[in-house]
T-cell receptor, first 111, second 114 residues
Framework: AQRVTQPEKLLSVFKGAPVELKCNYS??????LFWYVQYSRQRLQLLLR??SRESIKGFTADLNKGETSFHLKKPFAQEEDSAMYYC?????????????FGKGTRLSVIA | KAGVTQTPRYLIKTRGQQVTLSCSPI?????VSWYQQTPGQGLQFLFE???????NKGNFPGRFSGRQFSNSRSEMNVSTLELGDSALYLC?????????????FGPGTRLTVL
């Protein structure tokens, strides 16, 4: 069964400090990993997907198959990064399969 | 482009009643997914419709059902409501599906069951 674990419910960092939001997954096949974000009073939206290998708003995430992790990182946190972050997984190369979401981590960036 | 819209935004029902929620996807999007969000369980997948066919289904009882119309609008229905059905119900649309394309979420319908 697929499972996504985000071990931290809340992460507080100071502005300018590095950020790492942890995501571990359990899946025996080839995964497709995503990070979604929800800013205050806004809709849930896609932040990035591992297959794109892109940096969005300074965030990057690398898939580590050995550690089954997909941690989200940013070198210097900004106040506007404060939001709820969700890691999600689906099956790769199996057409369109449902996303399994982690329970989320609330990031609070302190000025 | 207009975003994903959901109606109603808030709903209060009593146990045993049934409810229908509506989702209008972004124009051109053929895939609509539904999720239940609760503080305890987080975001859980309910089902996905593509071109009027249910393509995937989550692990929810048969009281939860849905359908999609030819214009891609989707409805979900919950019959015989239970207190535990109180949640935020989110729908999301994408062109072909959430794995291959960006999924856009609606604002949600907040259902309270008394």
């Amino acid at each position: 069964a697929q499972r996504v674990t985000q071990p931290e419910k809340l992460l507080s960092v100071f502005k300018g400090a590095p950020v790492e939001l942890k995501c571990n997954y359990s899946y025996s096949g080839s995964p497709e990993l995503f990070w979604y974000v929800q800013y205050s009073r806004q809709r849930l939206q896609l932040l990035l997907r591992h297959i794109s290998r892109e940096s969005i708003k300074g965030f990057t995430a690398d898939l580590n198959k050995g550690e089954t992790s997909f941690h989200l990182k940013k070198p210097f946190a900004q106040e506007e990064d404060s939001a709820m972050y969700y890691c999600a997984l689906s099956q790769r190369n199996s057409g369109n399969t449902p996303l399994v979401f982690g329970k989320g981590t609330r990031l609070s960036v302190i000025a | 482009k207009a975003g994903v819209t959901q109606t109603p935004r808030y709903l209060i029902k009593t146990r045993g009643q049934q409810v229908t929620l509506s989702c209008s996807p972004i124009s051109g999007h053929r895939s609509v997914s539904w999720y239940q969000q609760t503080p305890g369980q987080g975001l859980q997948f309910l089902f996905e419709y593509f071109s009027e066919t249910q393509r995937n289904k989550g692990n929810f009882p048969g009281r939860f059902s849905g359908r999609q119309f030819s214009n891609s609008r989707s409805e979900m229905n919950v019959s015989t409501l239970e207190l535990g059905d109180s949640a935020l119900y989110l729908c999301a649309s994408s062109i072909r599906g959430p794995t291959t394309d960006t999924q856009y979420f609606g604002p949600g319908t907040r259902l309270t069951v008394l």
